[in-house]
Nanobody, 120 residues
Framework: QVQLVESRGGLVQAGGSLRLSCAAS????????MGWYRQAPGKQRELVAA???????DYADSVKGRFTISRDNAKNTVYLQMNSLKPEDTAVYYC??????????????WGQGTQVTVSS
């Protein structure tokens, strides 16, 4: 069994900052790519940021320069630092990780989702 547990999101004013974390636990052999997605009401889930096992990163155009993804491999944790938040960043945020288990099976795993609300 593998679990991804996200930190709580919250309510923040426009221009503010918030940091999300997501810790993986269970029968983990290796964590490959990790990422953050978000889904706003009435919209499809979209990729926000991704990070490879080697630390390479990629961002959605809408968050470049404002969000930073990082990971601590020793803690099996991925972070999303969100600065200069805008009302359009309001969404449920989900972490994702491609994990190889101790049975050498590789699958995508998802966190439970956490609400981020940015007020104007």
């Amino acid at each position: 069994q593998v679990q991804l547990v996200e930190s709580r999101g919250g309510l923040v004013q426009a221009g503010g900052s918030l940091r999300l974390s997501c810790a993986a636990s269970g029968n983990i052999f290796r964590i490959n790519d990790m990422g953050w997605y978000r889904q706003a009401p009435g919209k499809q889930r979209e990729l926000v940021a991704a990070i490879t096992s080697g630390g390479g990163t990629d961002y959605a155009d809408s968050v470049k320069g404002r969000f930073t993804i990082s990971r601590d491999n020793a803690k099996n944790t991925v972070y999303l630092q969100m600065n200069s938040l805008k009302p359009e960043d309001t969404a449920v945020y989900y972490c994702n990780a491609r994990i190889t288990t101790t049975r050498i099976l590789t699958s995508d795993y998802w966190g439970q989702g956490t609400q981020v609300t940015v007020s104007s």
